[in-house]
Structures are given as C-alpha cells and as structure tokens.
C-alpha cells in the first residue's frame, strides 16, 4: 500500500493517561484494540477505508499483542470471518462501506445472526448516506430488523464513540447477538480527542491460540431443524437480554431540559440536531438544549420501558429518524401504544421523508413542532434563516439567468482509464452504439461528460452478469465493464464463470491498473510487488504487466479469446475493441486495458525525482502543449479526451472569435491527447516538450546558442 499511516499506526499504541487527538475512524480503531478484539477483516469503502487501512500497516505491532489482521476479497467474506465468534470467546470486528457493503455481506450475516455469536462480534459499517453519499439511498437499520442485529449509532463525541465501541462488545456477548455500528461521513472525519486505557491483548490470539477445536454442537449451525428454534431463541432471550444490558449500562443517553417536550434522536445525528436548535435560540454552542433529548447510541432494539420513562410528563414527543422507512419511529409508536402511554408522536409528519437530515432540512420540521407546542418561543429568527438560504438561491439564479452548468466528477489527470473511453467513442464511430453494462469503480466516471457512457450499474464486479440479460437480445454485442478490484470482488465467478458457462457471445473489457482505486488505492492480489516498482520507478504506461495474474486466471478458467493493450495506445486499443465486437469467434472475449494507476505512479515518481534532483543528476519532465496559430477551434480534442488541463483561452488572433485550446500546468505528460489527435486524425496543434533539469554542459551550449535566434524569429 503506498499511502502511509505511520502516525496513526503509533497513535494506537497510545496507553492509560494518554490523549488520543484525531479523526473518529481512528478513535473506533483504537477503541477496537482497548476492547480486546483478537481478530479484524473487511474491504475498503469510503468514509472507513482508514480503519483497515491502519490495521494493515499496524500488523508488526498488532503481532506484538496477537491480533490477526485479514484484508478480505469482498464483504461476504469478512462477513464470514465473524463466524470464529460462534462457538469462541474471541472478539472479533469487520468494516466495509454500506448499504452496498451490507447487501454483498447478506447472505454471511442471516447465518451468523441465527446461532448468534459467543464472543463480541462488531460490524463498524461506512452509513454513506445522504447529498454526500456515492451509493444508493438505503440504510442498514433494515438488516438488523430482518436479522436481529444490534444497531449502534453513536452520538458524535470521540470518547462516547470508543465507549459504545467498547460497550458494543460487551452487549453483543450479553444478547449474543452480533452488532452493527454505523458511522455516517461526518462522524469518520470528525476531529476530537479522548483519554486512552491500555490496548488489551486477546486472551486466544496468534500468540495463545488454542490447542482443540470447540466440541461439535448442532445448535450452533444456521441450519434446519435448530434454525427454527433459533428465531424463538432471538425473540425470547437475544433482545430481552440486549434491553436490559442497555438499561442497566445507560448506553443511550437522556439530556434533561425544563420543558415538556422532547426529541428522540438518533445518535449520529446529535450534532446536527443541536446546531438546528440553535437557530431557534434553544441551545448553545456547547451542546446545552433547552428541550429534553433522548439520545439512541442503540437505535436497535429499542427499550420500550426507556422511551415510556421519557415521555411520561411531556406533552409531546418528536422522533428525529433519518430515512425512510421510518423504523424507529414505528417501534417507537407500537412501544407505547402497547403500555397505553398517550403522549402524541410527530416525525415524517413534521419532518422530510427522504433525504440526509442537514440543519436547514431539519429546521423547518421543528419550526412546525415548536409552533404547535411551544408557542411562548419565537420561530423568527429560524424561519428567517430558511428565507434568507432561498432568497439567496433566488438571487443567484436570477443574477445568472440560467442554471449553474453542473460540474460532474472526473477522471484524474492522467489517469490511464480516460484513454480507453476515448478509443471506445472512435471505436463506436465505425460499429455502432453499442450497450454498455457499466461497474462500480473510477471507470464509472465515464458516465459523465464527455463520455456519458454506461447503461447500468448493478453492483461491484456485476457488470458482466447485468449483460446477460440484454446480450441475446442484441443485434450488436454488448460491452461490460470492471476494474480489477471489481473482478477480484465479484466479477470472477459471478460474471466470467457465468459467461463461460453458458457460452455468452459478449465482450468484457477489465481497466487493470494494479489497486482497488476508487476505495482508496489498497492491494489486491494483482497488485504488482515492490520489487517490480523498484526495478522501474519511472515507468508509466505498464508496471502492471510484470504481474499476469488475471490473465493466468482467465486462461486456466477457459477463456481463449484474451488481449491485452497497454492503455494509452489509443489507436491499438480501438482497433481491439473493432476486432472484438467483429470478429466470428462466438464465446466470451476479454480485453485488459492495461495501465497504472496515476495516483499510485506519482506517489512512487515523486520521491524517486526529488532524490535525483537532490544528487544534482539530469531529469527531464514532458509536457504537452498546444499551437495557437495551428489550432482551428472545433475542440474535438477536448470533446474526445476530457482531461482537465485541456481547456480553452481566448484566440490570440483578433480576427478569429473561437477561443483555442491550451493545456494547462497541471499536465503530468500522460501523451493522451497526441494519442487522441493521431487515433482521431485531429489538427496537427499538438506539441511535446521537455523541461530539463539540470541540464548537461553540451545541452546549456546548445540552449545559449538557440536563444539570439528565437528572438530574432519572434522579433
């Protein structure tokens, strides 16, 4: 892994009177060590990716006290790591990205929810959720109705997070019930500190491990008959005993205020809420409300007997639920219908439906709330500053007299999947339109301008499967496309073996560039070695070829019909898309568009010039340019390479009113947009140049020499 955690790493060997300063994710990381935990998996997925990415470069000191670190191939299978908690008292914690992380993980979690765990089980999930969010609109409060897991939520403060981190494993031991921690973005990036305790080795670890298996016990597969009695073991004894270690640990918090009305909040939602009743002048900026609040660090199960305690002497309650459905809301509705307490009950009545609760979502809702309830208190200054957000909406599009153009992500500078998107538009010039199955990674970028290429999206390395539906019903074939991370996660079996097996006739196109990138450039199994980096610091276009393991892979499951080409060869690799959608050959065709990793390359390249500077050594940077004079103004270059240094400037010609395109400094000398110009047949404007460092004594001759007759040329 190039990024590096060195400091994070030392953080979580903070002990008893240290202070932990940082961002939440790492505080779960360092709660996750002070609990004991004796083994951690997961996949990467933003916003908690750092939590294993720390872990993986903490492992010489997590052998130290005996935790085993997994980087897993996908969601189920960390998912599946959980399993050791079944019939031993080991603690063990696994993180991916949700809702997406969670629908891959199902299958594993409904299995290991039936017997339920012996040992603490903590799942820490990324809730990515909301106007921020890069996933689908779901919450992972269903899986733990349907499955009856544990839902902690906690309230944003550094040290209640490593406290219901810690208090997690201990009612997950108590229910026997694995638990679900959510974390929304805000939470993972949030800033604070705590006071640490000392990292607590597990008792069975890599150091201890133990000498027998545990005895066979039938009751403890997710298997029928046992399954059956396993629901009943979930309703009679799981959550009545999660409720009472909730109650009698005060895991969720109530924050007393004189009035009689109060909120029921969930837990990650505290700092949102509070700064909401600031608007309304009922609270300050310290946390302090003047309404009573019920905070749910466990927002399942609920605690029927809590939440009637609440509400006895309020005239009126409002549950602040993000999402929808609206679960919390409706237990909480069942809870005190069934104990005949009559205090009236607002939400999504009040509140939107749909949506991430943001301060100004929420204001208008308890506006209403605090209007009905509490007329003695003023809604002015609240309602005047939703107004004056749209007034200045208003002003801004009337002033413009046009929407704001939107400004879609993109592909980095110099990332080598761009050029393939180019050769697919020149390619689609000669065969057609053709269906594009589309995948989860940075190749999803090229749904947006100026590719806008990509039918579906159906999940992680599901591309290929998703065309199995629409490729029979084509005249033309259909095109997949999947990284690398994507065909490791799921693409192998769910799509190749599928095609494969029943003879698809369809063309699947994997964007290897040796990482997982989207998540944050972490290892896979085809990620080249170091030794391989070392050997060519500089190289661009491939390092990746020094590893073929998808290839092998592909070949030994039977595909015969496999090319590789470098990326950024524009013209061979539309020639290998032609051939591809062309050729007679009827079963499954695979390309791998082979090229690194910008990122990961300039995090090797960087180091590398900065030390032959340093020695005073020859170092030569391309640049690409263009020529004014030569350029004729139709940016097709801009239309077919997207790339964010190419971009306009007005024509230095005053006769011409087209502006002309320039590349700007942001180049990384990638070549792409003489690749394009050459694959594409565009105007001759392209120029390449280099800037040279430290230059020879023969090249400062030449330059000195060269100098008096440019002048003269421009003069």
Known sequence: MEVSFAKEVEALRLGRGQTFHGEGILAITKALLQSGVAYVGGYQGAPVSHLLDVMVQA?????????????????????????????????GAVTWKSIVGTNVAADALSNLSSPGVTGGALIVVGED?????????????????????????????LANMV?????????????????????????????????????????????????????FDYARLAHPPVT???????????????????????????????????????????????????????ADAFGGTALPILALNVTFPIVPEEVSAFAA?????????????????????????????????????????????????????????????LPQVSTAEARAFLDANAARRAAVAQALGAPVPARPPGFCIGCPERPVFAALTLAQQEIGRVHV?????????????????????????????????????????????????GFWHNGLLTGVQSALFNGDDS???????????????????????????????????????????????????????LRTVHTYRVAEMKKTLEEAFTTDFPGLKVIIAEGECQLERQRRVRPWIASLLKAGKRVVRVKYGVDEDVCTGDHACIRLSGCPTLTLKDNPDPLKVDPVATVIDGCVGCGLCGENAHAATLCPSFYRGEVVRNPSWHERVVAAMRRPLLRWLHA
């Open 59 to 91: 492992e010489p000191y997590l052998k130290e006290i005996g935790v085993h670190v997994e980087a897993c191939a996908n969601e189920a299978s960390a998912a599946a790591m959980l399993g050791a908690s079944i019939h031993y008292p080991v603690r």
């Open 129 to 157: 959720y909301g106007e921020g969010a890069s996933v689908i609109q779901e919450r992972t409060h269903a899986y733990a109705l349907k499955s009856t897991m544990l839902m902690l939520d906690p309230r944003p403060d």
């Open 163 to 215: 406290r219901v981190v810690e208090e997690g494993f201990a009612l997950s031991e108590a229910s026997n019930m694995p638990a679900i921690l959510e974390l929304r973005i805000r939470a993972c990036h949030m800033r604070g500190q705590f006071q640490c305790k000392d990292n607590v080795p597990p008792g069975i670890s890599t150091r201890a491990p133990l000498a027998e298996p545990a005895p």
């Open 228 to 282: 059956f009695g396993h629901e009943k073991l979930k309703v009679e004894q799981r959550i009545p005993a999660a409720r009472r270690y909730i109650v009698e640990h005060r895991l969720n918090e109530v924050f007393a205020a004189p009035l009689d009305v109060g909120l029921v909040v969930q837990g990650g939602l505290w700092n949102a809420v509070v700064r909401t009743l600031q608007q309304l002048g009922l």
């Open 313 to 373: 002497g309020k005239r009126a309650l409002l549950v602040i639920e993000e999402g929808q459905p609206e679960y919390i809301e409706r237990e909480i509705l069942a809870a005190l219908h069934r104990l005949d307490v009559q205090t009236p009950i607002h939400g999504k009545d009040l509140l939107p439906a749909t949506g991430e609760y943001t301060v100004e979502a929420m204001t208008a809702g308890l506006c209403a709330f605090v209007e009905r309830y």
């Open 437 to 485: 199955a589309a995948d989860i990674g940075c190749h999803a970028l090229a749904t947006f301008e100026p590719f806008s290429s990509g039918h579906s999206i159906l999940g992680y390395g599901m591309s290929l499967a998703s065309s199995a539906g629409v490729g029979p019903l084509m005249q033309r074939r259909v095109l997949s496309i999947m990284g690398d991370g």
């Open 507 to 561: 063309v699947l196109l994997v964007m290897k560039n040796g990482y997982t990138s989207a998540t944050g450039t972490q290892d896979i199994i085809s990620t080249p070695d170091e030794e391989a980096k070392a050997r060519a610091p500089d190289k661009q276009q491939s390092l990746v070829d020094r590893n073929t393991t998808i290839e092998s892979t592909l070949r030994g499951l039977g595909v015969q019909w």
